[in-house]
């Protein structure tokens, strides 16, 4: 690159947001340069999940028929495990809500439509720093070459290290930060859809927690793609730290995977199957403590999960269409920007204002919560305990059932469960999910 370089926009980053952004930019006719760190627009992206549908069709309404979509999600899973005993509850989906797909493959595609609109995208190049030039940001500096553009996006995702330095973001605490760990499982699509109950196109989502996770607050995770499963565990930093500490885990939480893949329940469903591809990434846990103080500043604006707008459910994370639908809103606030010449603090703040009137921001606000519920360890470890003990005596009693009630105190004594514990804990779930 040279540093003659002039771009009306410059993004950093070729993720969902990077690409949603420059994609709708460069289609109205903006000259935008995409900087991308890896060797390829998706050579990072590690994730391999669900990503929901609607939001993406709004910037690409072609999505169904073109996009690389394993599966159609038709089934909802979540199962508590407590030993070898796992309860289980099923929904049945009726629409088109959610994908599985390889983040790596939908972001290629993402990245191949910003071309063919007419952006470029320039891949192992690394972003340096923001140049700010008398308080406002007047283009990216990537080694000794600086591009210059009326505005740049930065979408370099969690690891905001360019927020940082320019001071609009503080370093993440392990606290706020959840690890996930996955493996990629070789099957054929046959198997899959006879050991998950399922047709041609049709996939899983599948929560579990308990003693997969050792009871370390966090969750496991199954999604079926076309003839791959990918399985993985999502904990929190700061509660692994501790799991350490106390001898409950070694030194990594690989071992937490390991746990979860070969538990009896699960492991028939892919017993035979090949582990091709092992990886890792953090995701933020508490996206209201973590956003920016702003997203924009003279000549900014800040996009997807550097924006931190990720959403935590407690039950899933929603990552891919919040970062696309941000990436929206940037793109119209830009084009606005571009109308009136005008790429000032008083017309990029309007980004903001449209975020907090997204949906992205009513699902931020309205999880809040489920930062504090994932430091109730009752929620992981007492009560699996109480939900699968409860059932067995009910439902594995030889001669005279037991009442529900009487199968569900006597788990509580043998468990030490108090019934105030359980009603406070239950309060808090259902207000806080």
């Known amino acids: ?23 709708l930019l460069a289609k109205s006719g903006l000259n935008v340069l995409i900087i991308e760190r890896g060797s ?28 690389p979509i394993h599966r159609w999600i038709s089934i909802e899973r979540f199962s508590l495990v407590s030993g070898e005993r796992v309860v289980t509850l099923e929904y049945k989906l009726g629409r088109k809500v959610a994908f599985t797909t390889y983040l790596s493959e939908l972001v290629s595609w993402m990245a191949k439509k910003a071309e063919e609109a007419g952006a470029m995208i320039i891949s192992k190049t690394r972003a340096d720093e923001i140049v700010i030039k008398n ?45 996930g760990v996955k493996e990629v499982l070789k099957l054929n699509s046959e198997k899959i859809n006879e050991r998950f109950g399922l047709e041609d196109e049709e996939g899983v989502s599948w929560l579990v927690i308990g003693d997969v ?68 990434r953090l995701v933020i846990e508490n996206p209201v403590e973590t956003m920016p ?20 459910t407690g ?7 919040t970062a696309v639908y941000s990436g929206k809103i940037a793109a119209e606030i830009i084009l606005e920007a571009f109308g009136k010449k005008d790429f000032s603090e008083e017309i990029l703040k309007r980004y903001e204002e449209k975020i907090k009137l997204s949906y992205i921001y009513d699902e931020i606000l309205r ?5 504090d519920l994932m430091r109730e360890k009752f929620l992981f470890k007492d ?21 529900i009630i009487d199968g569900f105190r006597k788990t509580m004594r043998e468990n030490n469960i108090s019934l105030l514990r359980l009603l406070s804990v239950m309060i808090k779930l259902v207000s806080k999910l």
């Open 293 to 312: 103080k702003k997203l924009y500043m003279p000549g900014l604006i800040i996009v997807g999960d550097a924006a931190g707008t990720l959403v935590n």
């Open 1 to 23: 690159m040279s540093s003659s370089l002039k771009f009306d926009v410059v993004i950093i980053g070729a993720g969902p947001a990077g690409c949603s952004t420059g994609y």
């Open 40 to 67: 390829e627009p998706g050579a990072k992206q590690l994730w391999g999940g669900k990503a929901y549908a609607q939001p993406l069709r709004e910037v690409w309404p072609e999505l169904d028929r073109e996009a």
């Open 315 to 321: 039950y899933t994370f929603r990552g891919v269409d």
């Open 135 to 179: 308080g406002r940001v007047i283009g990216v500096r990537s080694g000794s070459d600086i591009v210059e553009a009326d505005v740049v996006i930065d979408a370099e995702g969690i690891n905001r290290i360019l927020l940082e330095k320019i001071g609009l973001v503080s370093k993440l605490s392990p606290e706020h930060i959840g690890l």
């Open 213 to 280: 996770t050792r009871n370390i607050p966090g969750g496991g995770f199954i999604y079926t793609m076309r003839d791959t499963i990918s399985l993985g565990i999502v904990v929190r930093v700061s509660s692994a730290y501790d799991a350490v500490e106390r001898g409950e885990l070694n030194k990594h939480v690989s071992e937490v995977l390991e746990d979860f893949r070969t538990h009896p329940y699960f492991y028939r469903l892919w017993s035979d199957a090949e582990v091709i591809e092992y990886g890792g």
């Open 383 to 403: 009560l699996p305990r109480l939900l699968t003990g409860g059932f067995e005596k009910i439902l594995e009693a030889d001669y005279e059932e037991p009442k």
């Open 367 to 371: 999880h809040k919560g489920v930062s």
